[in-house]
């Protein structure tokens, strides 16, 4: 707190006051540094300035409501359905489908209230497009708000990933008002027509909530008296919003010093009661977090288990893990203590995740009923729902959508082309074509430049936060994500000249995260022993052909591609005694010696079938940055990449061995020139066509060379 320096007197208010008249007269609190900080954008509809409030109309006893309260959350930008790095259309996702589902959930409930729970300004190329390219002016709304403005939100929360482009950016987006260092809080700009709400995050310079910590609604709803007739009546409803705390990590360099975090069960002790005694009927708790049942601590990403456990919360939207709650399949993802998959419900209170990306909408339905001096929650007629965009699935097992609202694409036609421009943009160029064609038998074209990258960030990352492990080995594995599976095509296939953004998705598949694990050398070579079942055990004896490549797939054969690391795989041996002359820098590998493994959130938190300490256990760093984005960003700070550089360091081979019979295993049609470019001279090509009608051809590997 900043008492201590010389502050107008409203400074010295409790927080709890000073929150108080946040959401009674906002210019009051938040405004005191010049003119309009307030923390709402100036659109948000506000309370009254003073405090004696109409008294509310009265309400029979027995009356009963019903409230639909829906939910999107980490819709990451994606207003379309459209997958910018594939420059083509994914019905998956996408907005302007969940539009579709909320038009469909205002039809059936006459009550509805919409709220969004976080991770809306980033995620896509549209998203970096608007925020660091050509920076959307002032003037107009953020792509994402601007068709939420058009749906008509009640009130949203920040994720993690608002604050992904700084405290300036976050400040103009959502029209203007914070009051922290740095930033001119006094810039009205365009932003959301509906108000945000943080509790948990504080303003260093303030000493208040970044934004209003909570808000209350009061909406006309259609009820059904004691009489059986229809009636309007106001019910006022509390809305709070939770963050989570690791954004003073994985934004240091924005945040550090500017503002801190609370824990959300502190924060939520501390302002669930007031909203309570200013009169909100309900309580709605936004969470950008999701269950976790780990001990609660107050800076854990998903207390949800423990928010649930404040009294007063009514109703739960949760996010961040971009997860489905509830989920009523035969595996749900969560079931810890407490959570109810069935009812929907977590330690009893209404909860919801709407996965995310826009692929579903939350959906808690409350009936309430008045005695004549409050509502409360009929408990027995809750309903809960994530609602998912897919309908079912055609003859031929295709997934079937939603129809996209068509009143949503034409609001952003300008600015969805203006990226697809973009991400056609050149970030740099290479000398050589970047392919995974032969990556299972040893060409590292398409995979040292990812390991490359990973390992350049997770250093630079170790160095500036995280000292304990800046004296370890830094090294990264990934894998050919692209090996063939769906036929000849299915391969990474970059072509020499221009890289353009949207190339980097065929370098880099999945949308996943960098992780940073700390294994042992021992742990290494189990973790390449698992990698190594993408291969079958081959006889030396045997004459007729063998196939070389198992049914491991090959986006888990992980390898290191670095001349710091060297070793063999011996396909002769079983699974699990196939690694062989493991080195690091030139010497056995020390069992004991520890290593920083960069790779992704997949492996590092589910690859217990690697070795079991990939269960989350060895992760040391949980970044928020997609390995995609860390590519480009590699790419960009490089300009040109050159097969000498990154794309022909070899970390293994296989241990030299003579057959009877032909080793063999296929891959694109008319490829075997890929081969030789990437000087694999044991590679022939046998037969041009496998027979399967995917474009397959029949290789031969020589092991003995
Ligand atoms: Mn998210
Ligand atoms: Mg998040």
Not at 176 to 183: F, K, P, T, W
Not at 305 to 320: E, R
Not at 547 to 554: C, D, M, N
């Amino acid at each position: 707190m900043n008492e201590a320096v010389a502050a107008p007197s409203w400074r010295l208010a409790p927080m709890s006051t000073c929150a108080a008249i946040l959401i009674a007269a906002l210019t009051a609190c938040g405004g005191g540094s010049g003119g309009g900080g307030i923390a709402f954008p100036p659109a948000a509809p506000a309370p009254a300035p003073n405090p004696p409030a109409p008294a509310p109309a009265p309400v029979a006893a027995g009356t009963r409501a019903t409230v639909a309260l829906l939910e999107t959350t980490d819709l990451h930008f994606n207003v379309r359905s459209y997958d910018y790095f594939k420059l083509a259309e994914d019905k998956s996702y996408g907005y302007e489908r969940t539009a579709t589902l909320i038009n469909a959930a205002r039809k059936e409930f006459a009550n509805t209230m919409l709220f969004d729970n976080g991770d809306t300004i980033q995620g896509t190329a549209l998203a970096d497009y608007e925020a660091l390219v050509s920076r959307i002016p002032c003037t107009q709304p953020l792509s994402i708000y601007k068709v939420m403005n058009a749906t008509g939100y009640d009130v949203g929360t920040l994720g993690n990933h608002e604050f992904n482009y700084g405290l300036d950016f976050l400040n103009q987006v959502l029209g203007g008002g914070l009051d922290v260092e740095g930033v001119d809080g006094t810039k009205k700009c365009a932003g959301p027509a509906f108000p945000m709400v943080l509790a948990n995050v504080q303003s260093v310079k303030s000493g208040k909530p970044l934004i209003a910590p909570y808000t209350i609604v009061t909406r006309q709803f259609t009820a059904t008296g004691p009489d059986g007739k229809t009636v309007t009546v106001p019910l006022k409803v509390g809305v709070i919003g939770f963050t989570t705390p690791g954004i003073l990590n994985w934004d240091k360099r924005f945040l550090e010093g500017k503002v801190r975090t609370e824990g959300a069960v502190e924060s939520a002790a501390k302002y669930v009661p007031e909203l309570r005694a200013k009169g909100a009927d309900i309580v709605v708790a936004l969470q950008h977090g999701g269950l976790d049942a780990s001990p609660y601590s107050p800076t854990m990403e998903s207390p949800g288990l423990y928010l649930s456990k404040v009294p007063g919360i009514d109703a739960l939207m949760m996010g961040h893990q971009h997860g489905t709650f509830p989920d009523r399949g035969a595996k749900p993802g969560y079931t810890q203590a407490g959570v109810d998959n069935t009812a929907g419900t977590v330690n009893g209170v209404p909860a919801v995740m709407a996965s995310s990306w826009g692929k579903a909408l939350g959906l808690i339905k409350l009936e309430l009923v008045h005695d004549g001096k409050a509502w409360s929650v009929d408990k027995s007629k809750t309903f809960v729902e994530a609602r998912s965009t897919q309908t079912g699935k055609d003859g031929a097992g295709k997934a079937i959508y939603v129809d996209a609202d068509p009143s949503v694409a034409p609001l952003i036609e300008t600015q969805h082309q203006a990226a697809i421009t973009y991400v056609k943009t050149p970030i740099g160029s290479t000398d050589f074509r970047m392919n995974t064609y032969f990556a299972d038998v040893g060409d590292p074209g398409a995979i040292q430049i990812v390991n490359q990258a990973q390992a350049d960030y997770v250093k630079a990352y170790i160095q500036g936060n995280l000292p304990q492990y800046a004296s370890l080995p830094v090294l990264s594995v990934s894998a050919p994500f692209k090996s063939g599976y769906e036929g000849g095509r299915d391969y990474t296939d970059v072509a020499v000249g221009n890289l353009a953004i949207f190339n980097a998705a065929d370098l880099y598949l999945y949308p996943n995260t960098v992780y940073a694990v700390k294994v042992t050398g021992a742990e290494i070579k189990s973790w390449l022993e698992a990698a190594a079942k993408r291969f079958r055990r081959i006889d030396p004896a045997a004459t007729a052909d063998q196939q070389l490549i198992s049914t491991f797939p090959g986006y888990n054969f992980d390898m290191f591609t670095t001349p710091d690391v060297q070793y063999e795989i011996d396909v002769t041996q079983a699974e699990g005694s196939r690694i062989k002359n493991l080195t690091y820098l030139g010497a056995a590998i020390d069992a004991a010696k520890e290593f920083v493994i960069a790779t992704n959130n997949y492996r590092a938190t589910s690859g217990a079938s690697f070795i079991p300490a990939l269960d989350g256990r060895a992760t040391i760093y949980a970044s928020p940055d997609a390995n995609r984005d860390v590519l480009i960003e590699y790419i960009k700070a490089r300009k040109t990449i050159t097969r000498t550089a990154n794309g022909a360091a070899r970390s293994w081979r296989f241990t030299r061995v003579t057959t009877a019979g032909n080793v063999v295993f296929t891959s694109g049609q008319g490829q075997l020139s890929a081969a030789t470019d990437a000087g694999l001279t044991n590679i022939s090509l046998l037969s041009a066509d496998d027979g399967s009608g995917k474009g397959r051809s029949v290789y031969k590997v020589d092991l003995s060379q």
